[in-house]
């Protein structure tokens, strides 16, 4: 496959946690659905995906979500077609 063929998938999801049936918080994190990673606390530069829930990104509100979304879409507009390729994703174990 060839890079400038991926198709990214990421989009903002809305987390509830839960004990016992009640609701203990609220929070969105970004989620790229084919590839099943989170948004790492990672700059965008480094290890930015990760499955690790530990590492994931989580965010107060819905807006600051989309936002850093945005800015990571066009951050990642601006590195070119050869630069964006999911097998350069580090294996879970390494991944932030």
């Known amino acids: 496959m060839k890079p ?3 198709e990214f998938d990421e989009r903002v999801v809305r987390m509830t946690e839960t004990c016992d ?3 203990i918080r609220e929070f969105f994190c970004i989620y790229d659905r084919n590839y099943l990673h989170w948004m790492s606390r ?3 530069d480094e290890f930015i995906w990760t499955k690790a ?3 994931r990104q989580e965010f107060e509100t819905r807006e600051e979500a989309e936002s850093t979304l945005q800015a990571f879409l066009l951050w990642r507009r601006g590195l070119g ?3 964006c390729h999911v097998d350069d994703m580090p294996p879970e174990r390494e991944a932030a």
């Open 4 to 6: 400038q063929d991926i």
């Open 21 to 23: 049936g009640e609701v």
């Open 42 to 44: 990672e700059p965008f």
């Open 53 to 55: 829930v530990a590492c």
């Open 81 to 83: 077609p050869n630069r």
